[in-house]
């Protein structure tokens, strides 16, 4: 079987924030220019001839919020485990991965949100211009030491505030697929569900797992606990982000043996093939099982190590992708959007209660390759976030 093939770069449609906000009122006329282009593009991109996801760019407020919380994953998953489960407790976190094994691919921390089905959030960001409460954003530039102490106490806070808005952003989105498919399923199930699972991801990479080994190792020699020192991180300092998932996987052994294929495709926006890895995954090969996944685009940390200093600084992953790929008919896919817009992702909930009108698209997310060199003090190393929230409907 094969371990690689060629993916082709797909840079996902995007609905600006300022036409979804359209959908907020109910007297929204359908031939209002605006309202027809989020259908438009809802109806192309995320039906039965689509990719099954979108973006949405633009979206005021939360941005801050993402480069506040995302940076957080990291650091939770440094932590010692007696730690960071003391912490997770004090903000009404779990986690659905096995957080005391050394060499885990990823971290994640969830938390169940639960929602009135009223869009006041965005109803606020929209009517105010996104920062009616910039008291409660600090500046995100600020150092560790400033900033960083004080997120990690209202981590809970971040979290369930970040998950509202992207639960809403998922019921707008669900509002239009409604007029879409011409029934109102979709929105009435979520706020019927009225709960959504948040889940804040951190991606490992090597350098990560050889501190994690490291701080166990100390820990047991020494008699006293160490406790983890979290990076110092520039002025520019995000780490990033927001996959969640505790999702159903299916066997990456399906997609293994798809080749690339050359043909273009309308949505492809003229670029060049990449190789794509189909083994070495940090999430296989799967649907998603609600209704929607919105998620975060990922953040990418480049981390430094040397005798003097520990550094992280966003940066962009060296493909210039999400590392999110796609396997559509017989064609791969790499994913690319903008850094602060949010991909909203059929479910096959969804696909169900439109009657196949809506399209769910297997997906994974990739170990970039450069993580799989052998660390040496100065080379830089990557790890890459995600913020994921599970819009479902019990059946």
């Known amino acids: 079987m094969a371990a690689a093939a060629t993916a082709t770069a797909l840079d996902i449609a995007e609905i600006p924030f300022s036409d979804l906000v359209v959908l907020l009122s109910p007297d929204t006329l359908a031939d209002d220019g605006r309202c027809r282009r989020v259908v438009d593009t809802v109806a192309t991109e995320l039906g039965r001839g689509g990719s099954g996801l979108l973006a949405i760019a633009g979206v005021p407020r939360v941005g801050a919020l993402r480069r506040r919380l995302l940076p957080l994953a990291r650091r939770l998953a440094l932590m010692d485990h007696p730690t960071r489960s003391q912490l997770l407790k004090k903000h009404g976190l779990g986690s659905d991965v096995p957080l005391k094994k050394l060499d885990r691919s990823v971290s994640s921390f969830a938390q169940l949100l639960r929602h009135s089905g009223e869009l006041t959030l965005l109803e606020s960001v929209n009517n105010n211009n996104g920062f009616n409460s910039s008291d409660k954003i600090q500046d995100c530039n600020q150092s560790d030491e400033a900033n960083g102490d004080d997120d990690m106490e209202n981590l809970g806070d971040l979290v369930e505030e970040l998950g509202l808005y992207m639960m809403e952003l998922g019921i707008l989105v669900a509002r239009a697929c409604d007029i879409v498919i011409g029934k109102g399923q979709l929105e009435q199930s979520i706020t019927d569900f009225g709960t959504a699972k948040a889940r804040l991801i951190h991606y490992h990479s090597e350098l990560d797992n050889s501190i994690i080994r490291d701080k166990s190792t100390k820990r047991k020699c020494l008699v006293n606990n160490v406790a983890v020192k979290p990076y110092q991180s520039c002025s520019g300092r995000r780490a990033g982000s927001l996959c969640l998932c505790c999702i159903k996987s299916e066997d990456g052994t399906t997609v293994v043996s798809i080749k690339g294929n ?78 602060e817009s949010f991909i909203v992702q059929v479910g096959e909930a969804a696909d169900i209660l439109s009657q196949g009108k809506l399209k769910s698209t297997l997906h994974a997310m990739k170990v970039n390759p450069f993580l799989a060199r052998r660390l040496q003090p100065s080379v830089m190393d990557q790890q890459g976030l995600v913020m994921k929230m599970h819009l479902c409907k019990e059946f």
């Open 262 to 339: 050359d043909s273009k495709d309308a949505s492809i926006q003229g670029q060049a093939a990449a190789e794509i890895s189909l083994l070495n995954l940090w999430q296989e090969w799967h649907y998603d099982y609600g209704i929607f996944t919105v998620l975060t685009a990922p953040l990418f940390l480049s981390a430094s190590e040397d005798e003097n200093s520990l550094v992280n600084l966003e940066c962009h992953p060296p493909d210039g992708h999400t590392h999110l790929q796609l396997c559509n008919g017989r064609k791969l896919f790499s994913v690319r959007c903008s850094p």
